[in-house]
Structures are given as C-alpha cells and as structure tokens.
C-alpha cells in the first residue's frame, strides 16, 4: 500500500468511480456479444438455411448455458477473487464468439453460444461482489443502475451498428462478430491492470475512501479485511437452510425470471417480430429496436437516482426498494398493453419503450435488495437470483421462436406476443409483494 500525506488522508481518493467505469463497460461489451445474434438473426438464418424455430434454439442455448453457471460463477469469484475471474471470462466469452463467427451449421452455432452463456454467467454475479465491497451503501442504487444501463446501452450499440452495418455497408455477420469480440480482450486487460478484488490493497486508495467505502471510522478501516472468507466451508449447510427460509429471496429470484422475460423480447426477437409484423427492412427493424432499449436505459438511471434519494430521505429499504418496483412494473405492464392498440410502427415502439422505460426504473431495486438481504454473501445470492431469471433466457426465447413461425405460417394474431409480455411484468410486479428488504438471512457476525 502507497504512503499517503496527512492531506491527501483528509479527503477520500476515487479510485471507486474508476472502478464503477469499468465494472460498467465490462457489462456494455458483454451485451454487445451477446445480442448482435439478435439483430443478425435472420440474417444468419438464411445463410445457414436455419428457420425461426432452429434460430429461436440457439438464441435460447446461450440462457441454457447462462442459467447452469451462476452459482458457480459466484464460487469461481469468492474463490480467486473478482479481479481474475472477470478478466478471465470475458478473455472466454471474446473467443468463444469468434468461434461463433467460424460456425457453418446449426449443431456449431448451437453448442457456441451454449458455452457463451457459460461463460457469462459468472459476470453479474461478480460485478454485484464488486460493488458491494467497493461502492458505499448510500449509492449502491446509483452504482446498480450504471452497470444495468449499461448492459441496455451495449444492446442499442449493437442494435444499431449491427443494423447499419449488416444493411448499409453489406458485412459479413461473421467479420462484425470478430471486431465485436475484439472489445473484451481490451476490456481484459484494462481492468486487471487497474483493478483489486480488495479496496484496501489497491496502491491509490487512501484511509478515507476505504472508511466512507465501508462506513466505518477513518482509523479502523486498516482492522477490516475483506479476504476473510464471508463463507466458512463447514457452514455452507446452515446457509443454505437460511437462504431457502427467506422468504424475500423467493420474492427476488421469482421477480428476476419474470423481469428478464418481459426484457429478453426487446434483444431476440422484437427485430424480427417487427419485420414480420410491420414489413419492415432489417436495418429499419434494428432502428425501431434501439427505442425501447433507449428507454431501458434512462429508466433505469432515473431508478437508481430516485432508489437512493428515497433511502436517504426516509430510510427504508422497503419503500425505496420494493415500493418502486411494484408502482414501476404495474405501469408498465398498463403501457406495454396499450402498444397492442398502435396501428403504426413509431406508435407502437413509443408505447413498448415507455414501458420499457418503466421497467428500467425497478432495475436498481432488484441489485440493491439482494445486496440488502445477502450481505457478504452477495456473490452467491447473485448468481441465484440471476440463474432463475436465466431460466427464461432459454424458455421465453425459444418459445418466441415457435410462437412466431406458427403466426407466420397460419396467419395469426402477431398482439399475442405482446400481451405474453404484458402478463409477464403483471407476475413480476405481484412477486415483489414478497420482498422485505429489511429480513436479511446474513447473521450480524457474518457482516
């Protein structure tokens, strides 16, 4: 650890913003490998001779492979540390899409992107250890919303790039795959050059930032040591009891698989859907698609701004968590319902992204409620919350899949689709009636 001066002691350095910059990019390349398969559905499709069902198959083999590695995800991070682990998946998940870009038939590109979704399964996880040990309790709601927006915005880069670029300039899906991988090596070394799993081991971090970091007194944050296993190997059995006793973590992990059904069209099938259901062009559907995750984005910025502002207001974790959510997706499931009455395409995009919008909003609330309920055992209960919500990553998708090649092929009622959707946020609104944050199954020893 650097020495530092009485002065520079006085006031806290920053290396967490450089921190939540990066944990924040890290989740902006991962979405942009993993949803230009979206917008190259078709695409590839016809190149491959694949139809809407073989394509809803693999687009649902990476929420395969992302629902069996959460919790391992987890283990890998509290066992090596964050700092390895993050750079080391996101080194594997580049690779693993070059290999996606080398496939020529349905079994490779299947099996590509179910090791993708193995390989990213470990990143939230992870990301949400690294903001509890690095971002202070009174902005977890803001930090949250950073790495949540920014997982939207990588999906609106790849949207739109992948749209101008496969239309406009007429690239190979395969050499876009290639420069997208590209970004994760970079990011890779970026944040293990820069980054420690533990604040206090990292050279520029002086003893007031760890003390506001951990909200403890400047001359006690030297006594903390968070290498100090949260989970003892001989009590795994008693918090695993714990964990299935509380009842707020249902509440969680069953909100998280209806929350990421109602999010998963806007990045699989909503290109598609819109140039079947409004003869649209490729590069006209990937530009009507941006609008919602637009929306996603800016909502959930405004839910962790207005997360922390109600907590530090008022000081419940319950108003400012579970309050939220349930107003936020009860609204949005009005909104997206609304959009099956629009007659054109920018009608029916305005509507899905103010619901997608009001989704955004409940984003920071899932984050910062797990946190509030595992405490230092964050990693894990992470990858649990997000292995159920993983569950309609290969579910809702390859059901999409079928759903739509039987609309295409009996001329069905494309609304269906939608209102799936409106039912999907109205289960996750009622799932947070569950949720209290201020039961945590963490005893008081463990924090």
């Not at 919303?145 to 790849?158: H, Q």
Request: net charge positive; aromatic share 12%; charged share 15%.
């Amino acid at each position: 650890m650097a020495l530092h001066s009485d002065a520079e002691k006085s006031s806290p350095t920053v290396v967490r913003y450089g921190v939540l910059v990066l944990i924040s990019a890290a989740a902006g390349s991962a979405y942009l490998t993993r949803y230009c398969l979206s917008v190259a559905n078709t695409t590839i499709g016809r190149d491959l001779n694949l139809n809407d069902a073989q394509m809803g198959q693999v687009i649902a083999a990476w929420g395969l492979g992302y629902f069996v590695c959460q919790v391992p995800g987890g283990w890998i991070g509290n066992w090596i540390g964050t700092r390895k682990t993050l750079a080391a998946l996101s080194v594997l998940w580049s690779a693993l899409t070059v290999w996606t870009s080398l496939t020529r038939s349905f079994l490779p590109l299947w099996t590509s992107r179910f090791t993708f979704g193995l390989a990213q399964a470990g990143m939230v996880p992870n990301l949400a250890a690294v903001v509890k040990s690095w971002i202070p309790a009174s902005r977890r709601g803001f930090a949250s919303a950073c790495i949540t927006a920014a997982m939207s915005l990588g999906g609106v880069i790849t949207m739109k790039l992948t749209g101008e670029l496969l239309g406009e300039y007429k690239l190979s899906w395969r050499h876009i795959f290639q420069a997208y991988a590209a970004v994760g090596v970079v990011w890779a070394a970026a944040f293990y050059w820069y980054f420690r799993t533990n604040p206090r081991r990292h050279p520029w971090v002086n003893d007031a930032e760890l003390a506001l970091i951990r909200g403890t007194p400047q001359h006690d944050v030297r006594e903390i040591d968070n290498d100090v296993p949260a989970e003892p190997p001989d009590e795994g059995r008693s918090l695993t009891g714990r964990m299935v006793r509380n009842l707020p973590l249902w509440g969680i992990c069953i909100q998280s698989y209806f929350r990421a059904a109602g999010y998963l069209l806007f990045v699989t099938w909503l290109p598609a859907y819109l140039e079947y259901s409004f003869e649209l062009s490729v590069k006209e559907a990937a530009t009507y698609t941006v609008w919602p995750l637009v929306g996603v984005i800016l909502g959930t910025m405004s839910g962790g701004l207005i997360l922390d502002f109600v907590f530090r207001r008022t000081g419940s974790r319950k108003l400012s968590r579970t309050g939220l959510a349930v107003v936020a997706l009860s609204l949005c499931a009005a909104s997206t319902y609304a959009s099956t009455f629009a007659n054109s395409p920018p009608q029916f995009v305005a509507l899905l992204a103010t619901g997608a919008f009001l989704s955004g909003l409940a984003s920071p609330s899932a984050w910062a409620a797990t946190m509030d309920i595992a405490g230092p055992h964050t990693a894990v209960t992470m990858g649990l919350m997000n292995m159920v919500g993983s569950v309609s990553g290969f579910t809702v998708p390859n059901g999409l899949g079928i759903l739509i090649d039987w609309i295409r092929k009996h001329d069905g009622n494309w609304d269906v689709v939608i209102l799936i959707h409106v039912g999907f946020y109205v289960c996750a609104a009622l799932s947070w009636l569950l949720v209290n944050p201020d039961r945590p199954f963490a005893r008081a020893d463990e924090e």
